[in-house]
C-alpha cells in the first residue's frame, strides 16, 4: 500500500467505546451464556468508522487496569468508579483479538492512560503534518483540538473542530483545561469549584481569559461562589495537572507506525464463530483466500519494468481487436483511488503488469506514470477496439481522474458474472 500523508490519520478512544457500547446495548450473549454486547457494540462503531474514513494510519487505544501517576498525586482519582462488572470484563479479550484480526494497530500501556497515549500520538501527528481525527465520546479531548486535530463521536454523529468546542462548551479548546479545572469531573471524581457548572466557569473565562488570572482577581468575585473560589486556590493547580492531558509520553512507535493492515480473514472467521456474530461471519464468505491455480504450461504473465518489453505489448495491443484492461490503485473509492500499475492480456494465459508507483522495500524499478500513460491512451481511447474489465464502472472513473476516457469498454466480467448467478455472493475475479 503507499500511505497517502495528506489522508487523516485515525486515534481511536478504545476505552470510550467500550463502555459506552456496554451501557448503552442490551445485554446479548451467545448460546452459551457468553456476554457479547460490548464487543459487537465497539465492532460495530469500528467498522462505521472504517468505512466513513477508510484510514491507512490508524490506532485503537485502551486503558490498562493498572493504576498511573495520577492516583500517586491523588489518592482519590477515579475513587468514585465501581470494579468492572465480570459481564464486561470477559469481553476485553476477544475484544482486543478482533481488532488485531481486523488488522488495527491497538495499543494498551500499563501504568499509562489512554488520553495520555492519545495526547502525545496526536502531537507526534501533527508534528509530523498529519490531519488527526480522534475519535471518542469524551469531552477531556476537547484539550487537544486545534487546526489539525479533530474529534468525532460515532454514536452522535458529531464533530468537534475548533469551532464546534466553541459551540458546545462556550470556550475554546485552549480553555478547556481550566473550564474543567473549575467544574471538575464527577467522573474521573476531581471536585473542582464547589458549586461552580459550566455557566459560572464559561462567564469566568470570558472575563479573565485564564484560571491563572481568575485567582488573580479571585477577591473581585462576590458572594458565596467567591467564597468558594478562595478557599479552593490551593487545589486548582492539583486539579489543572489532574485534567491535563500529557503530550510526552515515552512510546515505542510514532503514528507513521501506526498503519491499518491486512486483516487476519481466518481468525477473524473463529471469532465471529465463537461470539455468533452471524451476518458478519456470513459477509466473509466475499473474502475468502484466492486458490493458486496449479501449473499450466499455457499460462505467462510477465512483470513489465523495461521500455522495450513495455513497448513491444504497446505495438501487439494497437493491433488487437479485443483486449481485457485492469487497473491497480490505493483504494476502492474511485475519488481517492491513485493509480499504482495496470495490467493487460490480449489472449488467455498470456498477460503483463506495469508497476508505475509502486513504494516499499526492495520495489523493482519502475517505469515512469506519464510515460505509461502517455503510451495506452490512444488504445484506450479507441473506441474501435473492444476493452474488457473486471468491475469496469470503477476503471473508468479511476483513468477519468487521470484524463483518459476509455471507450469501446462494453464488457464487464463482474456484471457477467450476476447474470449467470445473481443470487451468489461472491462476484470477484475468480
Known amino acids: 500500500m503507499i500511505i497517502d500523508n495528506a489522508a487523516p490519520f485515525i486515534l481511536v478512544?478504545?476505552?470510550?467505546?467500550?463502555?459506552?457500547?456496554?451501557?448503552?446495548?442490551?445485554?446479548?450473549?451467545?448460546?452459551k451464556g457468553i456476554p457479547t454486547g460490548a464487543v459487537y457494540g465497539v465492532i460495530n462503531m469500528l467498522r462505521k468508522l472504517l468505512q466513513d474514513y477508510k484510514p491507512q494510519r490508524i490506532a485503537v487505544v485502551f486503558d490498562c487496569k493498572e493504576k498511573t501517576f495520577r492516583h500517586e498525586m491523588f489518592p482519590e482519582y477515579k475513587a468514585n468508579r465501581t470494579v468492572m462488572p465480570d459481564e464486561l470484563a470477559v469481553q476485553i479479550q476477544p475484544l482486543h483479538d478482533l481488532i488485531r484480526a481486523m488488522g488495527l494497530p491497538l495499543i494498551a500501556i500499563p501504568g499509562v492512560e489512554a488520553d495520555d497515549v492519545i495526547g502525545t500520538l496526536a502531537?507526534?501527528?501533527?508534528?509530523?503534518?498529519?490531519?488527526?481525527?480522534?475519535s471518542t465520546g469524551d469531552k477531556d479531548m476537547a484539550q487537544l483540538v486545534n487546526d489539525n486535530?479533530?474529534?468525532?463521536?460515532?454514536?452522535?454523529?458529531?464533530?468537534?473542530?475548533?469551532?464546534?468546542?466553541?459551540?458546545?462548551?462556550e470556550v475554546t479548546p485552549e480553555q478547556m483545561i481550566d473550564y474543567l479545572s473549575l467544574i471538575g469531573d464527577s467522573v474521573d471524581n476531581i471536585p473542582g469549584v464547589y458549586k461552580v457548572g459550566p455557566k459560572t466557569a464559561v462567564k469566568w473565562l470570558q472575563t479573565?481569559?485564564?484560571?491563572?488570572?481568575?485567582?488573580?482577581?479571585?477577591?473581585?468575585?462576590?458572594?458565596?461562589?467567591?467564597?468558594?473560589?478562595?478557599?479552593?486556590?490551593?487545589e486548582l493547580p492539583l486539579y489543572k495537572q489532574l485534567i491535563t492531558i500529557k503530550l510526552d509520553v515515552p512510546l515505542s512507535m510514532h503514528p507513521t507506525d501506526l498503519v491499518h493492515g491486512v486483516q487476519d480473514t481466518e481468525k477473524l472467521r473463529q471469532l465471529f464463530a465463537e461470539l455468533e456474530f452471524k451476518s458478519w461471519l456470513k459477509q466473509l464468505q466475499d473474502l475468502e483466500?484466492?486458490?493458486?491455480?496449479?501449473?499450466?504450461q499455457d499460462r505467462q504473465y510477465e512483470l513489465v519494468t523495461d521500455k522495450k518489453v513495455f513497448d513491444a505489448w504497446?505495438?501487439?495491443?494497437?493491433?488487437?481487436k479485443v483486449f481485457a484492461f485492469d487497473t491497480e490503485t490505493t483504494s476502492l473509492n474511485y475519488?481517492?483511488?491513485?493509480?499504482?500499475?495496470?495490467?493487460f492480456a490480449i489472449v488467455a494465459g498470456h498477460a503483463a503488469y506495469v508497476p508505475v508507483a509502486h513504494d516499499y522495500d526492495s520495489a523493482p524499478q519502475q517505469l515512469p506514470i506519464d510515460y505509461v500513460l502517455q503510451k495506452l491512451q490512444p488504445l484506450l481511447e479507441n473506441p474501435q477496439q473492444i476493452k474488457i474489465a473486471h468491475n469496469l464502472k470503477y476503471d473508468l472513473e479511476v483513468m477519468a481522474n487521470y484524463n483518459i476516457k476509455i471507450l469501446g469498454a462494453n464488457f464487464d466480467t463482474m456484471l457477467a458474472s450476476y447474470v449467470l448467478n445473481s443470487v451468489a455472493t461472491r462476484h470477484n475475479m475468480d
Open 149 to 169: 486535530i479533530t474529534l468525532v463521536n460515532t454514536m452522535s454523529g458529531s464533530v468537534l473542530d475548533r469551532a464546534g468546542v466553541m459551540a458546545k462548551f
Open 335 to 343: 475519488m481517492e483511488a491513485k493509480l499504482v500499475g495496470v495490467s
Open 289 to 296: 483466500p484466492v486458490k493458486t491455480p496449479g501449473p499450466q
Open 123 to 134: 502531537k507526534q501527528a501533527c508534528d509530523a503534518g498529519l490531519t488527526t481525527i480522534i
Open 208 to 234: 479573565y481569559k485564564s484560571l491563572d488570572q481568575i485567582i488573580v482577581h479571585a477577591q473581585e468575585i462576590t458572594g458565596k461562589v467567591g467564597e468558594n473560589l478562595r478557599n479552593t486556590i490551593p
Open 314 to 320: 504497446i505495438e501487439k495491443l494497437t493491433y488487437a
Open 13 to 31: 478512544d478504545g476505552s470510550s467505546y467500550l463502555f459506552r457500547a456496554f451501557h448503552a446495548l442490551p445485554p446479548l450473549t451467545n448460546s
